[in-house]
């Protein structure tokens, strides 16, 4: 029958349509030849509808009796045997005009279609002798005026064998030899492919092909939008085959079918355009379970760190798989990453704002900083992972602080009181210090009671907090036992006489828990650890020594200082209950305090304020009751003599 050329028009694209021949890229998988209908059925692709309804029917009864059919023999069989429904499907593709004429192109031509029974190639194939049919094809294969059948065909052969070893169960990828094997069937598919992709005499049996059938539905047409097709349905074979085993760790396979796939011309726009085809159900997946993770970080934060560690999990691989394709330069689709970097991010941050678990915060940034492609993207993940460590560095030194409601006496009289010895675990940021308290005796350290982290101030101390005893304290405590009880016993028995010393009263203190007292938002998303606040004590410098007994001429100007002193001595005292209840109010304050109010945060730095006024004139108060205690043990002195 002459050319259908009044149906024509439907190989011209309408307005926004395309020459893309849709069943040929549908048909384009792994299974592009091994599921061939041909094949399936042991029919010649020359074969008319009466023979296909009549043969399909007869192997389907066989099938069902469990009879191997001619069709599961030879080097060619198909392994598994096809089922039933294999054979179904391959009757309705093969009265499919469209389906007929792709599974026509991918499996072995007669020299002339309608002459299959009398074709030495084909015959040989039937009877499962393809060295015989793979010689018959060679040596006509240079032949200008049939020899395009016969490459044909060896395309066909040598694309079979590669696809049939690449996915038999028994293929190990990751083997020596695998890899030449392969690569030796595809080139020499590949090489005849690619001459007959755009070889005019082909194409034109493919056309004799579609006007011989006559049938209303095909039309030249569709040839034409095969031919157009064909290289995108190569690349995307390759790029399928490329991401099964990029994702099972064969990495040489997946790049050589990634170079296949880019072809000689290395078409970078049509590889890509394929390769975004192929991504799409995994990158749809990813963006899915992205926009999961966020909806249940909102609702739950104190578990957002499951859906980030499951969306570094799927990324990651994901990543290999993109530079695999795109290479290591960016890419626009590469945006996918810092999507889930940022993602990530807002999970882990809302993970550590309700935990305050900041080791798996670190964890996480970490594992998905290589995510973040983009600078913008990047560096609030690295910024957020130095406040995470520096977090970790700052509870290494104040996890195991106790926190106390003052600061410790460190009053001595004579050499025996309370003070502070030794200098360890030193935090290099803040400068502060464990040291341990001790009762001490003529200035010698006696009883280890607890340890606290200080900073020395020149005079004195700030304290950070309780820390507990060391191993070495506690021998140190059970030695000096003894020892104590004999020194009390000693003093109780010689000791006759009272003593006056200068008065020191502990300084009160609150041990919060919070940044210093004037607060700041932080401008990082993530919630930064501060050592807790400081309790300040300044011990007295007076050290009177011994009580003297005075003249009774005297007794009356010593009994108006001691009168002076008792009364300082309630003043400081009324001061320093003042500020211990205005510090434990702070504390509440600070528990209570919404950080994101700028109302609630100049009222608590108004009571900070009020509370360092008081606490300067409770040490004001002290210093005076000092002076006059020296005054009145100067006069006992020198009365004395």
């Known amino acids: 029958m002459e050319s259908q050329g009044d149906n024509e028009v439907e190989s011209t694209p309408s307005r926004g349509g395309s020459l893309e021949c849709k069943p040929l890229l549908g048909l384009a998988t792994q299974e592009i030849c091994r599921k061939n209908s041909f094949r399936i059925t042991g029919l010649p692709v020359d074969a008319t509808a009466r023979e296909i309804s009549k043969h399909t029917d007869r192997l389907k009864q066989m099938t069902e009796l469990g009879i191997t059919t001619g069709a599961n023999k030879g080097p060619l069989a198909l392994s598994p045997p096809p089922t039933a429904d294999d054979i179904r499907e391959a009757h309705q593709n093969l009265n499919d005009p469209e389906r007929r004429i792709l599974d026509e192109f991918f499996w072995f031509w007669p020299e002339e279609f309608g002459r299959s029974q009398t074709d030495p190639a084909i015959q040989a194939v039937v009877a499962g ?72 005499v082909l194409w034109d049996k493919v056309s004799g092909r579609v006007r011989q059938t006559a049938e209303a539905r095909l039309t030249t047409g569709f040839v034409r939008r095969m031919r157009t097709t064909l290289p995108a349905a190569f690349r995307k074979v390759h790029a399928q085959l490329a991401l099964h085993y990029a994702q099972s760790g064969a990495r040489d396979l997946a790049k050589m079918h990634i170079r296949f796939m880019r072809g000689e011309d290395n078409d970078v726009a049509g590889s890509d355009a394929t390769v975004d085809l192929i991504l799409a159900p995994t990158t749809t997946r990813v963006r899915e379970h992205t926009r999961s993770a966020k909806l249940a970080a909102d609702a739950a934060p104190e578990k957002a760190d499951r859906g980030a560690r499951e969306m570094i999990d799927l990324a990651l691989p994901l990543m290999d798989t993109f530079d695999l394709f795109y290479g290591e330069a960016p890419h626009p689709a590469k945006d996918l990453l810092d999507e889930i970097a940022a993602t990530c991010l807002s999970c882990i941050v809302a993970y550590q704002r309700a935990t305050d678990d900041n080791r798996t915060f670190v964890e996480l940034l970490e594992r998905a900083l290589p995510l973040a492609e983009s600078p913008e993207v990047r560096k609030p993940i ?44 030193k935090d290099p940021a803040t400068g502060s210090y464990l040291a341990t308290y001790y009762f001490v005796f003529i200035a010698v350290p006696i009883f280890p009671i607890c340890r606290y982290r200080v900073i020395p101030t020149g005079n004195g101390y700030r304290f950070f907090g309780k820390a507990p005893l060391r191993p070495f304290d506690k021998c140190h405590l059970a030695i000096s036992v003894g020892l104590i009880i004999w020194l009390i016993v000693a003093i109780n028995s010689t000791s006759n006489a009272p003593s006056t010393g200068s008065y020191t009263p502990s300084a009160p203190a609150s041990v919060p828990s919070t940044p210093q007292p004037v607060y700041a938002p932080p401008a990082n998303p993530a919630r930064t650890f501060t050592p807790p606040s400081p309790s300040t004590y300044t011990p007295s410098s007076t050290d009177p020594g011994a009580t003297y007994h005075v003249p009774h001429s005297r007794s009356y100007e010593l009994e108006n200082d001691r009168t002076a002193i008792e009364t300082q001595r309630s003043r400081a005292k009324q001061l320093e209950d003042n500020v211990e209840a205005l510090s434990r109010d702070l504390d509440n304050a600070r528990r209570l305090l919404d950080r994101t109010s700028q109302y609630d945060i100049d009222q608590y730095n108004a009571k900070v304020r009020y509370y360092n006024e008081q606490m300067a004139a409770a040490k004001a108060a002290v210093n005076t009751l000092n002076t006059l205690v020296e005054a009145y043990n100067s006069k006992l002195e020198r009365y004395s003599h």
């Open 129 to 200: 002798d393809c060295d015989t049919a793979l010689r018959i094809w060679a040596a006509k294969e240079t032949n200008p005026s049939d020899g395009v059948v016969a490459m044909h065909n060896i395309a066909v052969f040598w694309q079979l064998k590669a696809l049939d070893a690449e996915t038999s169960p028994e293929f190990d990828p990751l083997a020596g030899d695998s890899l030449k094997l392969i690569e030796k069937y595809w080139n020499d598919a590949l090489k005849r492919w690619n001459y007959l992709s755009t070889d005019d």
């Open 382 to 425: 690295q910024d957020n992972i130095q406040i995470g460590k520096k977090n970790l560095a700052h509870a290494k030194f104040y996890g195991n602080l106790t926190p106390i409601s003052s600061a410790p006496s460190l009053s001595t009289i004579n050499g025996i009181g309370l003070t502070l010895y030794g200098c360890t675990d």
